[in-house]
Every structure is written in C-alpha cells, then in structure tokens.
C-alpha cells in the first residue's frame, strides 16, 4: 500500500472543544478529564483517516467514539471544523465524498489494514458495491452518521464504539442471509480488532428510495383517513411477528438460539422497574393532568407483582430493543421494513445483545400508537377519531400474533396480554420519566396509558 501522508492531529483542547459540542456525543452533562485519540487507521493517500478517541470522565470511567478526520488547506474546507494547524483545516471527515468513496471502496475489496494496536476490516456482503458518485447527508441524527450513496446504499457510522459486535451488525447479517424480505438488506461492514478494543464501526445497507416513515404515515392517515391506518397495523404487527419467528428459528447458532426464561430473571425485571417507579412516583409536580395516576405508585408495583404469576414466558431471543414507527418504513409497493436493530443507544452492548422475551419490543410500538393519536391534535389540529388507538392496537396484535411461532410466547392468549400489559407498563413509566424531565405539555400521554393499564383485566374473547 503507498504510504498515506502524516495526518495532523487536533490537540486535545481542541477536540474537547468540537466533540462535546456534537449531537452524537452523548455524555454532555458528565465531567470530562480528557480527551486522547488511541488509535487511527489509515484511509487514503490524502490526510484522511478515522480516529477513535478515548473520552475520559471523572471519577475514571471513559468512552470511545470513530471520528474521521481530514486535514485540507484553509479555505479549501468549511465545514465541520475542529481546529486549523499551520494553515490547514482539520476537520470531521464524515461527510468528505473522498472520505466516504475510499470507504466504500474498501468494504468492496475486503481490505484489512494494519494500525498502531491492530487491524481495520473491511468487508462485502454479497454482490459488489460499485464506484460511489453522489454523496448525501441523510438527515439530522442523535447518535451516528448516515450518508446516502448515489440514492441506492446507506453508509451508518456509529459514533459511539462499544466493545464487541454491534446488534445491528449481527442481526443485519443473519437475516441477510436467510432471505428475509423486510429488511434493508446488509451490503457490507467495518471494523477494528486489537488490544485497545474489537468494535464494529460501521455497516452499508442498501436504501429504500420512495419510502416514508411510519411515524410520518401515521400522522398522515389521521389528517387524511384514520381507518386507512388500521389496515397498515395489521400488516406490520404481521411483519413483527415474522421477524421475531425468524429470530427464533436457528437452535445451531448460540448467539440466537431461543432459551427458555427464567425466573431469576423475570424477578429482576421487576426489582428494577420498581425502583423507577419509587422514584418517579413519590415526587410528582402538583399538576392536574397527573391526578389520575397521583398516589397509585403501589398500584403500578401490584401490577408488575403479575409477571411471577404468569407460569410459562415463553422464551427468549434476540430482539430488536427499540422499536417504535420512527423504526420502520412503509414502501412504495405497501411493504413494511424494519431499519435499525442497534437497541437502545443508552444501553452497552452486552446489555443490547442479551436475550429477551420478543414481547419486550411490543410496548414501544404500542405506545407510538399513543403518541401518534396525541400528536396528530397536537401538531396539526387533527384529532385522532374515539376509539382510534384502540382499533390499531388490536390489529396490529392480531396480526403479530398471526404470524408469530407460538413457542417463543406464553401460552394462551390471555397470558400474552398479561405479560404484554408489565412490559407496557414498564414503558409508560419511563415515558412518564421523560416527559416531566422534558417535554412536560405531552405528560398526559403516559399518564393516559399508566391508568389505562391499572383498570382491572379484562379476559380475551375465546379465553377462560
């Protein structure tokens, strides 16, 4: 390989400066001792190349994040700049179309290349990638970088690096290869192995063109016509339902055999949540929207009480994590596809990769409903018919529950809504959480779910 010019690094003052100020860095309010890069791979002939960076936190706990840098003459670069240095501009990298294009073109050549404390790989995944022409931001993001790539591949950077392979990574690739139709199918991935840290840093995929956002559909439809959406969530309770079967199909690979749930760890579930709940509830503001749910804070324990009494959980697999409609995407064929298996950024990855009941990603669909009937009031003045998110609730259940192997959930359908109901409920505290910390006008939506779910059970028509 040519050597690649000596790539001028940013002091450490300076990349405190630009990175605590990104969206994607996501400790803004923790104490910062310093900033350090451990590591830099090599991408082009030009200074350009990632950086991993070790951001260290009192009182000694630390995180790393990918950024790619590039150094250029003042001038002949403006944007993202983290410091000029002898008349060059030294700048975030990811949006630099060489930057990206050499990435790309890496992946597409399985290239490995050695670094100061290991290896950088590159990979493909099935048919090659092509030469890369037009290259686009694809959007404002909170915790990584997406770039479109002439309208027909997405390039993800995970800003944030944990140890070991990222879900997303791992998921893409078994679905990928078994054909599942309702994905963004993987095309390929990055990475780095060493001392210092074994990380996915980026995967491809390839991009829908013509899609919308289920968040955004939903709005629509309820400006436009409600019923159309109950039609459209039985179909993506059905596509659920597929995904989790496919999740639960393979016995031979560890990593996503189905096990069976035990009671050791049902029982912490609802340890944990029980310390949410004492503290979200035993200070809520004197505020009337919170009156339904005021005082019911050993109601919601009682509840949750539920989940040792249900017998069989069904069993555990890998699932998704966060999953709500700013997840999934509705084609122009009338297709649903589900977009980002990371989990939940706030988790570690050890944390993301475990296994859990395929119940546990239901809530937060179920609660977007919920958020969308609200929202479409709040944004545009259209407020969702009576009875609306009752009616694609249960559609979008028919349909999960359709599709979905039987042996990955408890037996009989009252026992599938009674774990549903603690999983739910777990949501809408956290929910309640947020929302008084930020956006305290939407308060009533988790206070609206909570109550719902304390009203005594009702037993599914058919069940005894």
Not at 58 to 66: D, I, N, S, V
Not at 297 to 303: A, D, P, Q, Y
């Amino acid at each position: 390989m040519t050597p690649v010019r000596e790539l001028r690094l940013p002091d450490e003052a300076a990349l405190r400066e630009f990175v605590v100020s990104q969206r994607w860095f996501g400790s803004k309010s923790r104490e910062v001792a310093h900033f350090r890069v451990l590591e830099t791979i090599p991408i082009t002939e030009q200074p350009l190349g990632i950086a991993v960076l070790e951001v260290e936190f009192l009182p000694g706990t630390h995180e790393l994040y990918q950024l790619p840098i590039g150094a250029r003459p003042e001038g002949e670069w403006t944007e993202s700049i983290i410091c000029t240095n002898e008349g060059m501009a030294i700048y975030d990298a990811m949006i630099d179309p060489e930057m990206v294009r050499r990435l790309v073109a890496l992946i597409g050549e399985g290239a490995d290349i050695e670094t100061g404390a290991g290896v950088a790989e590159f990979r493909g995944v099935g048919e090659g990638l092509g030469e890369v022409g037009a290259v686009r931001p694809m959007g404002a993001e909170q915790s990584n970088s997406s770039l479109v790539l002439d309208e027909r591949l997405v390039l993800k950077a995970y800003r944030r690096l944990g140890a070991g392979p990222n879900p997303e990574l791992e998921i893409l690739r078994f679905l990928t290869e078994r054909n599942f139709p309702h994905i963004a199918a993987l095309r390929g991935w990055y990475g780095h192995s060493g001392r210092l840290i074994d990380a996915t840093l980026g995967i491809v995929q390839e991009f829908l063109s013509g899609a919308t956002d289920g968040w955004d559909l939903a709005l629509a439809d309820l400006q436009e016509d409600p019923g159309r959406f109950v039609a459209r969530a039985r179909a993506l309770g059905e596509v659920t339902g597929r995904l989790h079967t496919a999740l639960g199909s393979e016995n031979a690979d560890p990593a996503f055999a189905p096990e069976e749930t035990s009671a050791e760890s049902l029982g912490l579930l609802t340890a944990t949540v029980d310390e949410e709940i004492e503290q979200v509830f035993l200070d809520l503001p004197e505020r009337a929207e919170l009156d339904p749910i005021r005082g019911r804070g050993e109601e919601v324990r009682e509840k949750l009480r539920l989940l040792t009494q249900v017998g069989s959980a069904g069993r555990v697999i890998r699932h998704l994590g966060d999953y709500h409609l700013g997840q999934v995407m509705h084609t122009a064929d009338g297709d649903w596809v589900v977009l980002d298996f990371e989990g939940e950024p706030a988790r570690t990855l050890v944390e993301r990769r475990r296994k859990r009941s395929p119940q546990r990603d239901l809530p937060g669909m179920l609660r977007s409903f919920a958020y969308a009937a609200v929202a479409s009031e709040l944004l545009h003045g259209a407020a969702a018919p009576v009875g609306w998110e009752e009616e694609v609730r249960r559609a979008y259940l028919d349909g999960y529950l359709a599709e979905t192997d039987q042996s990955l959930l408890p037996p009989g359908r009252a026992a599938i809504e009674r774990l549903l109901a603690v999983f739910e409920l777990e949501k809408a505290v956290y929910e309640l959480r947020y929302e008084l910390d930020n956006r305290p006008d939407w308060v009533k939506i988790p206070v609206t779910g909570i109550a719902r779910l304390l009203e005594p059970e009702q037993t599914p028509e058919g069940e005894q």
